[in-house]
């Protein structure tokens, strides 16, 4: 059974970079039958899809957050990585990391999540 | 991208039919037979709930089921009971490769 684990730093002062981890187990990052995926959640708002990646290089990101997110693979720790810049409060979030399916592009498995706080 | 527009609230009675709308554009929505509906409680991570509008993952109550029509895409679940009360999700692939959920949708079971 797959399953998906947040990890990282659950406190980023403004203007710093956020940077999680996702752990993946029961499953391998490193095949192409799917994408790897980061979903955040503010506090009482809704789902905002962050970003995906597929093989090492291959990434899709929302428009909104291009020019601040990586995310990056490891295959060798079977793992995939968030790295989001110059952060202000309004990323304070519950931050998912979840497996996306090709066909009919939905996610179907999902991590615990991760709240980030930004402050100083 | 612009969010997909979901009424905030929608409230029902045990053993009742209730319908969420997800309306997006011929671009997302309209464009693509790739809609998926989350259920999520509080505290918890969201759970897929359909996919590919009308599908079920295997697991998932027959009580839900997925539909579309042009650019709106709906969720119903019937014969409601109090453990469907929590907010609903909706998403779709989009015409540049990408993703993008609904405001989402809270359900009150009375």
């Known amino acids: 059974q797959l399953q998906l684990q947040e990890s990282g730093s659950g406190l980023v002062k403004p203007l710093q970079t956020l940077s999680l981890s996702c752990a993946v187990s029961?499953?391998?990052?490193?095949?192409?039958?799917?994408?790897w995926n980061w979903i955040r959640q503010p506090p009482g708002k809704a789902l905002e899809w962050i970003g995906y990646?597929?093989?090492?290089?291959?990434?899709y990101y929302n428009p909104s957050l291009n020019s601040r997110v990586t995310i990056s693979l490891d295959k060798s720790k079977n793992l995939f990585s968030l790295n989001l810049t110059s952060v202000t409060a309004a990323d304070t979030a519950v931050y998912f990391c979840?497996?996306?399916?090709?066909?009919?592009?939905?996610?179907?498995?999902w991590g615990q999540g991760a709240l980030v706080t930004v402050s100083s | 991208q612009s969010a997909l527009t979901q009424p905030a609230s929608v409230s029902g009675s045990p053993g009742q039919s209730i319908t969420f709308s997800c309306t997006g554009t011929?671009?997302?929505?309209?464009?693509?037979?790739?809609v998926s509906w989350y259920q999520q409680h509080p505290g918890e991570a969201p759970k897929l709930i359909t996919y590919?509008?009308?599908k079920r993952p295997s697991g998932v109550s027959n009580r839900f089921s997925g539909s579309k029509s042009g650019n709106t895409a709906s969720l119903t679940i019937s014969g409601l009971q109090t453990e469907d009360e929590a907010h609903y999700y909706c998403?779709?692939?989009?015409?540049?490769?990408?993703?993008?959920f609904g405001g989402g949708t809270k359900l009150t079971v009375l």
């Open positions: 590919g509008v009308s």
């Open positions: 998403s779709s692939y989009t015409s540049s490769a990408t993703l993008i």
């Open positions: 979840a497996r996306g399916s090709w066909l009919y592009s939905f996610f179907d498995s």
């Open positions: 029961g499953g391998s990052v490193g095949k192409n039958d799917y994408s």
């Open positions: 011929s671009s997302d929505v309209g464009g693509y037979d790739y």
């Open positions: 990646i597929y093989d090492v290089g291959n990434t």
